[in-house]
């Protein structure tokens, strides 16, 4: 089956601009996740998604972080204005959303960002 | 979730069996006990999960102790590919419940 896909890899962009990730679950997972990752450090989660219901959004700063997943598919994760400490790998998992291994979290390649 | 406690960094060498601890002291009885590992560039990938019992598939075995306190996460034959962070997570089973990465064991695998 096709993994979690997320575009873009990599992304340079300059302190206060915008910048916007996607990421595309895999088929008939109902739930999606957004992690941030720092260097060094392990993923946090950002925001979790239940189809189209944010339903734990407790870390995300919401000031200038927004996400959605409009149609229970795919999700966009943007940031406006971007800051310097905004630099990290962005992940998106999904999962199928049931107990046991059917909550088993399968993860993208993640989007590495560069803040200038 | 119960904090977990990992060695920041172990070597192994190739075609050896490769034992990577972790300390979850505080877990309680309805939490298991989940391995996750990412190697460079990549996204974490799932190895393997268990509640008490020792679990075993076909990429490692799970060992827990019998007071649940510990575990240790087993590659039997470690291979180059098997280079990678290491992150021992407890969570309650199901979505509800999310993953609380550390920092992990970077376990680096050597001819």
């Known amino acids: 089956e096709a993994g979690v896909v997320q575009s873009p890899r990599y992304k340079i962009i300059e302190k206060k601009q915008p910048v916007a990730f996607w990421c595309n679950p895999i088929?008939?997972?109902?739930?999606l996740y957004w992690y941030r990752q720092n260097l060094g450090q392990g993923p946090e989660l950002l925001i979790r998604?239940?189809?189209?219901?944010?339903?734990?959004d407790s870390q995300l700063p919401k000031d200038r972080f927004s996400a959605e997943r409009l149609k229970g598919v795919d999700s966009t994760l943007k940031i406006q204005p971007a800051e310097l400490g905004d630099s990290a790998v962005y992940l998106c998992?999904?999962?199928?959303?049931?107990?046991?291994?059917?909550?088993?979290?399968?993860f993208g390649p993640g989007t590495r960002l560069t803040v200038l | 979730d119960a904090k977990t406690t990992q060695p920041p960094s172990m070597d192994c060498a190739e075609g050896r069996a490769a034992n990577l601890p972790c300390n979850h002291s505080t877990i309680s009885g309805n939490e298991y006990v989940y391995w996750y590992r990412q190697i460079h560039s990549q996204g974490p990938q799932y190895i393997i999960h268990g509640l008490k019992n020792n679990e075993t598939n076909e990429m490692a075995s799970l060992i827990i102790t019998e007071d649940r306190k510990s575990s240790t996460l087993i590659l039997p034959h470690a291979t180059l590919r098997d280079t990678a962070v290491y992150y021992c997570?407890?969570?309650?089973?199901?979505?509800?419940?999310?993953?609380?990465f550390g920092t992990g064991t970077r376990l680096q695998v050597t001819l």
């Open positions: 088929s008939g997972h109902n739930t």
């Open positions: 997570i407890v969570r309650y089973t199901g979505t509800a419940s999310k993953l609380t």
């Open positions: 998992a999904s999962s199928h959303g049931t107990s046991g291994r059917g909550d088993e979290q399968f």
């Open positions: 998604y239940e189809n189209e219901e944010a339903v734990d």
